[in-house]
């Protein structure tokens, strides 16, 4: 019998690329200001430094060391993110904030023990140079500091004047032509959305007024949007996430992003569960616990503060998971967070996770990690990322909650009434395809039936 001729497949969609965006040129001095210049914004400083002086390579930087694909894999075209949008060179860079402690960014580098003093050393000429500006700060929202080198008011109008002028000093001492403000600070005390943030005409009220629900790191929030800077949030405080200041970032044209840097347990959360939800394996429990020895260890050692960062860790796996859809694989999953201060760990954390799994036929399996990581290793090459990519989506006109960025972040900030996306590899799509798309190149679907079609 002759074989039948096989059909042709459907043939694939044509793209139409899209006009490039414009990007007004990365030219001039990029102001880094750093809300808290502990070991994380330190960390960070260094390492810049360090980079620019070619001792050390920025491991972990998608913005340095990342590329991106461009149309089909037989073009082979695969640059670096850095040669293919005009990004912000690490020689423009110029680095300030504010501390609770009057430490320069050396002494404040030394003490938090990161890196190597003899690296650190090396750096002290550079580092030195960086002095902290008096921080906003009131103990009842951070329980375990004592700031020592603070604003003297506790009015938090006077907060935010003194942040606004602040800023407007450093850009002109500096001789800036951009700025960007990334919160670096400790983990507050759990807050809620009240009136206070419905608005903005409320907000400044409440500023006004010295509103309890309105923390530190809020007032900072306001500040940079107020003045037209952008700003991300390093740690899971409400901070901008908040109607009013949502609106303020729309009506200033400030992008914004956040919340609460994604590392260590965290990240490993979000790069497991989605192999185990492709693969349809059933999930009975995680159990999570770590222990560190850093001011954030001490910070979170209060019950308030820690309440803030579980809400921010406990999500992840619900929104990757999605039990309502896979009630039989993940309905009854017994999640639970620990978060121990041991001072001896520094900040070196430890974490530790044991996974209950099942397969076929409900048997059951069992993964267990040790992730032995480095706090503000794994979270300086966010903080540059960040200030890089914030700085772009202000020159392409892009403002309000950036989302392309939830790659970065524990619990990503969205438009109201949609969840976050929490698969970091969904993320990383959503953040390449938007580079690709203000670039006016064509998005990247995977799908490859171009390949095989008749």
């Known amino acids: 019998m002759k074989a039948e001729k096989r059909k042709p497949g459907p043939k694939p969609l044509q793209q139409v690329r899209p006009e490039p965006t414009e990007i007004a040129p990365a030219g001039g001095k990029l102001g880094v200001l750093l809300a808290g210049m ?18 050390a390579k920025p491991f972990g930087s998608l913005t340095q060391m990342g590329t991106i694909r461009l149309g089909g894999r037989p073009e082979k075209r695969v640059p670096r993110i850095k040669e293919f949008v005009p990004l912000a060179d690490l020689d423009q860079l110029v680095f300030g904030g504010w501390d609770i402690f009057p430490d320069t960014a050396y002494e404040s580098a030394a003490n938090a023990g990161v890196l190597e003093r003899v690296q650190v050393d090396g750096l002290k000429d550079f580092l030195d140079g960086i002095r902290p500006m008096r921080g906003a700060f009131d103990q009842r929202y951070v329980k375990k500091l004592n700031g020592t080198y603070v604003i003297e008011s506790r009015s938090k109008r006077e907060w935010a004047n003194q942040l606004i002028a602040d800023i407007e000093k450093f850009k002109r001492e500096n001789g800036c032509d951009r700025l960007v403000l990334i919160w670096c600070g400790s983990t507050e005390v759990f807050l809620e959305p009240t009136a206070v943030h419905a608005s903005i005409e409320a907000f400044e009220k409440g500023l006004d007024a010295n509103d309890d629900a309105i923390p530190p790191s809020m007032v900072y929030a306001y500040a940079a949007i107020k003045s037209g800077i952008p700003y991300a949030n390093g740690a899971p405080n409400l901070s901008a996430d908040v109607p009013a200041l949502l609106d303020l970032a729309d009506r200033n044209e400030v992008p914004i992003t956040g919340k609460d840097f994604k590392t260590g347990q965290t990240l490993m959360k979000t790069i497991l569960a989605p192999g185990f939800k492709a ?3 059933g999930i009975q429990g995680w159990y999570s616990t770590n222990i560190l020895g850093n001011r954030d260890g001490e910070v979170l050692d209060d019950p308030e503060s820690f309440r803030t960062k579980e809400e921010s860790k406990l999500g992840v796996l619900d929104y990757i998971l999605q039990p309502e859809l896979y009630p ?6 017994s999640h639970v967070v620990r978060i121990n201060y041991y001072p001896p760990r520094g900040d070196n954390k430890e974490g530790w996770d044991n996974i209950d799994i099942f397969g076929w036929l409900g ?16 979270a300086a090459p966010i903080v540059l990322d960040l200030a890089l990519f914030l700085d772009l989506a202000a020159r392409a006109g892009m403002s309000g909650i950036q989302e392309w960025l939830s790659f970065y972040w524990k619990s990503p900030m969205t438009a109201p009434n949609l969840y976050p996306e929490h698969d970091l590899f969904i993320q990383q799509m959503k953040l390449k395809n938007t580079l690709r798309h203000l670039m006016g190149e064509e998005q990247i679907t995977h799908l490859g039936l171009e390949y095989y079609a008749d």
């Open 38 to 55: 502990g070991a994380v914004a330190t960390t960070f400083i260094a390492g810049v430094e360090a980079v620019r002086r070619g001792s």
């Open 279 to 281: 693969r349809l394996l």
């Open 328 to 333: 039989d694989l993940y309905g009854d999953i």
């Open 363 to 378: 048997y059951p399996m069992q993964i267990k990690i040790d992730f032995l990581c480095r706090d503000s290793i794994l």
